[in-house]
């Protein structure tokens, strides 16, 4: 089992009995103890997950699980479409860039397929098709391990098929964006894709509608300070400030 699986599993089961543990893990995984705490470990760096003594906790009580992909796609959809109108208005023609996966993203692309002329990188399968239709387009799907709820590519071959480009932009749909303490996703295998897009993009345009401003899930993306752009819809509060990046309004018709 590779490491992102052992915290996935990890993270599975602190959502539903709220504590680990070192031995139980070791067993469970058929690794050392020592294989375990590094675990624990990276994820408390990463702001996972607290450490105690034998085992470890969750940060916060109060994350829910995110509402299944297909559940997601029908709720926002005019302030999804909308965001993603402003955000192709913040993309010169023919830059190239990163798209995770995501209800928001997915909107974003199909504004962004009617102008088409840029290079897109995902992992996402349903962006990728949509992309792959318009002519002016180039489009690359990223190899990896397909996800049963989200239709989309995660694990070690996507992150190493990602540090293969340099993009212009990473287009991120988180599940949190906190003005102070960053953006967030709920599971650890999107979150690595994610801060991997970031890593090897210029700019970071992070798409978030109203109802996820000043929300966190548990597992960080990135500080507010590495982000570049939030895009986010009339909703949100107007006062609405980053330490380093500029926030957009888009206003649904």
């Given at each position: 089992?590779?490491?992102h699986?052992r915290?996935?599993?990890?993270?599975?089961?602190?959502?539903r009995?709220g504590?680990?543990?070192?031995?139980s893990?070791?067993h469970?995984f058929d690794v050392?103890?020592?294989?375990?705490r590094?675990?624990?470990l990276?994820?408390?760096?990463?702001?996972?997950?607290?450490?105690?003594?034998?085992?470890?906790?969750?940060?916060?009580?109060?994350?829910?699980?995110?509402?299944?992909?297909?559940?997601?796609?029908e709720?926002?959809?005019e302030?999804?479409a909308?965001?993603?109108?402003r955000?192709?208005?913040?993309i010169?023609?023919?830059?190239t860039?990163?798209?995770?996966?995501?209800?928001?993203?997915?909107?974003?692309?199909?504004?962004?397929?009617?102008r088409?002329?840029?290079?897109?990188?995902?992992n996402?399968?349903?962006?990728?098709?949509?992309m792959?239709?318009?002519?002016?387009?180039?489009?690359?799907?990223?190899?990896?391990?397909?996800?049963s709820?989200v239709?989309a590519?995660?694990?070690?071959?996507?992150?190493a098929?990602?540090d293969?480009?340099?993009?212009?932009?990473?287009?991120i749909?988180?599940?949190?964006m906190?003005?102070?303490?960053?953006?967030?996703?709920?599971?650890?295998?999107?979150?690595e894709?994610?801060?991997?897009?970031?890593?090897?993009a210029?700019?970071?345009?992070?798409?978030?509608?109203?109802?996820?401003?000043?929300?966190?899930?548990?597992?960080?993306?990135?500080?507010?300070?590495?982000?570049?752009?939030?895009?986010?819809?009339?909703?949100?509060?107007?006062?609405?400030?980053?330490?380093?990046?500029t926030?957009?309004?888009?206003?649904?018709?």
């Amino acid at each position: 089992m590779w490491a992102h699986e052992r915290k996935s599993r990890i993270l599975e089961i602190l959502g539903r009995e709220g504590r680990v543990y070192t031995n139980s893990l070791a067993h469970m995984f058929d690794v050392s103890r020592e294989t375990v705490r590094r675990d624990l470990l990276e994820m408390e760096e990463d702001g996972n997950l607290q450490r105690v003594h034998g085992g470890a906790t969750p940060l916060r009580a109060d994350i829910v699980p995110e509402p299944a992909f297909r559940d997601r796609l029908e709720a926002h959809s005019e302030v999804k479409a909308a965001i993603g109108v402003r955000a192709c208005e913040l993309i010169p023609p023919g830059s190239t860039l990163f798209i995770d996966a995501g209800t928001t993203t997915l909107a974003f692309a199909q504004v962004l397929a009617r102008r088409g002329n840029v290079r897109i990188i995902t992992n996402a399968i349903e962006i990728a098709q949509i992309m792959a239709r318009v002519d002016s387009c180039d489009t690359l799907l990223l190899g990896g391990r397909p996800h049963s709820d989200v239709p989309a590519t995660y694990g070690e071959m996507t992150l190493a098929e990602i540090d293969r480009f340099l993009a212009d932009f990473a287009v991120i749909s988180p599940v949190g964006m906190h003005p102070t303490r960053g953006a967030t996703d709920y599971e650890l295998h999107e979150a690595e894709v994610a801060r991997t897009m970031m890593r090897r993009a210029r700019s970071c345009i992070m798409l978030a509608h109203a109802d996820k401003i000043g929300t966190e899930s548990r597992v960080t993306i990135c500080r507010p300070d590495e982000i570049d752009h939030v895009v986010t819809d009339d909703r949100a509060l107007p006062g609405l400030t980053l330490s380093r990046g500029t926030v957009h309004y888009a206003v649904p018709g």
